[in-house]
């Protein structure tokens, strides 16, 4: 299968710059077989800085939003597989792991055996991260009080529903965490990868892989038709619209490797993280 990388770039130029450089010193577009960048409300300035690179430029007018600057980069994409960040998304690994990483994930979803690869690094997550916390507020980790214990059990015991959505965020604690819950989570001791059901972990637009078609005519297609009301900007950020029932209920399976992008976000956009 033909792997493309996809960029969403909205008003982002203090953060595309370093991104962009970080793929270009792991050869990330030499690896692939193409590179496009999507830019809402396209600006000279980040048209300029994507020109220093092997992509290909796409771009409009108006503010899409995310979940239409999604679609429309996915529509730029012509790979059966494509990997998909924002531009406040820089790759922190050698060379040799982003092409170890991304043949993982092609393994997996050729396949069947992944819907989606998480490709944010799960031991570097990066800024607006609060995972650990939340998955600390449920569950014992090393070297808590035996109160601490206890009233970690009393929350899990008052609010089972949200602990029990909490127990695949071990993954992000640490191997023996993630152990714990083996029930829920199957973990690839030789490949360094997870893999558990939507049902407890959600949707994220964060640094991801998966299959064109599937997140044109799956993913896109059920958040715009979703009832949502929130929005960001006036617009749907696909976030909200996935992260409900429907993404619940689906049984869709999501690998986590060791990842190799984080999130680092430089500079205002217009809205706050």
Not at 1 to 17: N, Q
Not at 46 to 68: C, D, Q, S, V
Not at 246 to 256: G, Q
């Amino acid at each position: 299968m033909t792997i493309g990388l996809g960029i969403l770039s909205w008003k982002g130029a203090e953060s595309l710059e370093p991104a962009l450089e970080s793929y270009a010193e792991a050869k990330l577009f030499d690896f692939l077989d193409e590179n496009v960048i999507f830019l809402p409300e396209q600006r000279e300035e980040e048209t300029e800085i994507a020109k220093r690179h092997p992509i290909k430029i796409y771009g409009h007018k108006e503010n899409l939003g995310i979940l239409g600057g999604f679609k429309a980069l996915a529509e730029s994409l012509t790979s059966q597989l494509i990997i998909i960040v924002e531009n406040d998304c820089p790759l922190i690994v050698s060379p040799q792991e982003v092409k170890k990483q991304i043949l993982i994930g092609k393994k997996l979803l050729d396949r069947g055996e992944a819907d989606i690869i998480r490709l944010r690094s799960r031991h570097t997550p990066g800024q607006d991260w609060g995972v650990n916390r939340k998955y600390r507020e449920y569950y014992p980790v090393q070297n808590d009080s035996a109160v601490k214990k206890i009233i970690k059990a009393f929350k899990r015991m008052i609010r089972p529903k949200k602990a029990e959505r909490m127990r695949a965020w071990s993954i992000y604690e640490s191997n023996q965490d993630a152990m714990k819950h083996r029930d829920i989570i199957h973990y690839d001791h030789e490949e360094d990868h997870y893999i558990v059901s939507s049902k407890y972990i959600p949707w994220t637009n964060q640094s991801i892989m998966l299959k064109r078609d599937f997140f044109l005519d799956t993913i896109i297609k059920f958040a715009e038709a979703a009832p949502t009301t929130r929005r960001v900007n006036g617009f749907k950020n696909l976030e909200i619209e996935m992260n409900s029932d429907y993404w619940r209920n689906a049984n869709f399976k999501i690998a986590i490797p060791k990842g190799i992008f984080t999130h680092h976000r430089v500079g205002y956009r217009g809205y706050k993280l």
